[in-house]
């Protein structure tokens, strides 16, 4: 196992869920990531899919200590070099490309990246790559797929994302070769709009105690 993956791991392993955000306006990244890290989630995905992602980033980065701050959704070397910059902690794709690859080997941030085919599995694992992200779990088998890939790829351990719920989570979290679950389930828009960052963070208690 690469010194990357186990840097990765050491990151995430012993949180059940990472929340994946969508930034609106940067003004909620800070208290936002206060109230998850309150919650017990230390560790969550800011992802480019907002103008606002990196300035967010940088604004977690900056201002919560506690805070362990990845950027999600990277999909080519540029934008990995701008996560990186900002500040991320680690890097998570929806995919896996050469290019990708290339910009992770030349950097200390580590890269979660996402694959469903055993052939996708199988070129991060040349890569060096031991734990990748399951995008998107649901609609590419679930519970299922992982149970398969087990056996034959049991050096590999997952990050199941897409499609996981408060309902689904623990379910995923049974399965050996998952290390947490990643979810937005415990950073609702309508709760984030309204800043009621309270039951945000009662949100992340209850994700936090989640047996993995």
């Known amino acids: 196992m690469t010194s990357k993956t186990e840097k990765l791991l050491s990151l995430l392993n012993g949180q059940p869920v990472i929340p994946v955000l969508k930034i609106a306006n940067v003004a909620d990244a800070v208290p936002l990531a206060r109230a998850l890290s309150h919650g017990g989630l230390r560790a969550i995905e800011i992802t480019l899919r907002t103008a606002d992602a990196l300035e967010a980033i940088r604004r977690v980065t900056a ?60 070129a991060a694992r040349e890569a060096g790559l031991r734990f990748l992200k399951f995008f998107p779990a649901e609609q590419s088998g679930g519970i299922a797929s992982l149970k398969a ?59 936090s105690k989640l047996k993995k």
């Open 63 to 122: 201002e919560v200590e506690e805070a362990i701050v990845g950027a999600g959704t990277i999909l080519d070397a540029r934008q990995f070099d701008e996560a990186a910059r900002a500040g991320s902690t680690f890097i998570v794709s929806p995919g896996i490309t050469s290019q990708l690859l290339e910009a992770a080997k030349d950097s200390p941030v580590p890269l979660l990246p996402g694959a469903i085919t055993p052939g996708e599995i199988m």
């Open 149 to 207: 890939f087990a056996s034959p790829l049991a050096d590999v351990k997952f990050c199941p994302t897409g499609g996981i719920t408060a309902g689904n989570a623990a379910d995923y979290l049974s399965l050996p070769n998952v290390i947490c679950v990643g979810g937005s389930w415990v950073a609702p828009d309508d709760l984030i709009r309204a800043g009621k960052w309270n039951e945000i963070e009662a949100l992340a208690r209850e994700a």
